[in-house]
């Protein structure tokens, strides 16, 4: 790691990549609800993309395609993209980042770690939004 600081080893470019998660809200229905979110991690500023309750390829790609096309989002200014290997990003998800500019890079199997920083906004938000739910009745 001081190598890679000094200039003398290799540096990992996609250190502060945005990350592309889902995340599962069950408090409001009691039903499962998927929240695709993107985070850049250089600002922690957190994309909303959209919310199912069956999230799939197509799905994914076009909540893709609309990240790039909102005039306001800083998505402009991303390089690499890291995601997991999950089924809903397909082929047409990653060509459609790729039209941008943008490198998809997954993150190795069963290895959550290397994709912290969705992984801990997950954690946070299960236990600062669903954990606090009282049902009565």
């Not at 989002?73 to 459609?96: E, M, N």
């Not at 997950?122 to 009565?136: F, K, N, Q, S």
């Amino acid at each position: 790691m001081r190598e890679a600081a000094r200039g003398n080893g290799p540096v990992d470019k996609t250190a502060t990549a945005p990350r592309a998660d889902f995340t599962v809200d069950c408090a409001v229905t009691l039903k499962r609800v998927y929240v695709f979110f993107v985070m850049e991690v250089a600002t922690r500023y957190v994309h909303i993309l959209g919310t199912t309750t069956n999230p799939d390829g197509p799905w994914t790609t076009q909540q893709a395609r609309n990240l790039l096309m909102d005039p306001d989002d800083r998505a402009d200014d991303f390089r690499f993209l890291v995601r997991d290997r999950a089924g809903q990003f397909t082929a047409p998800f990653d060509a459609v980042l790729a039209g941008a500019g943008i490198k998809a890079v997954k993150i190795p199997p069963r290895c959550p770690r290397a994709n912290a920083y969705a992984e801990r906004f997950v954690g946070t938000v299960r236990r600062e939004a669903t954990d606090r739910l009282l049902i009565l009745n």
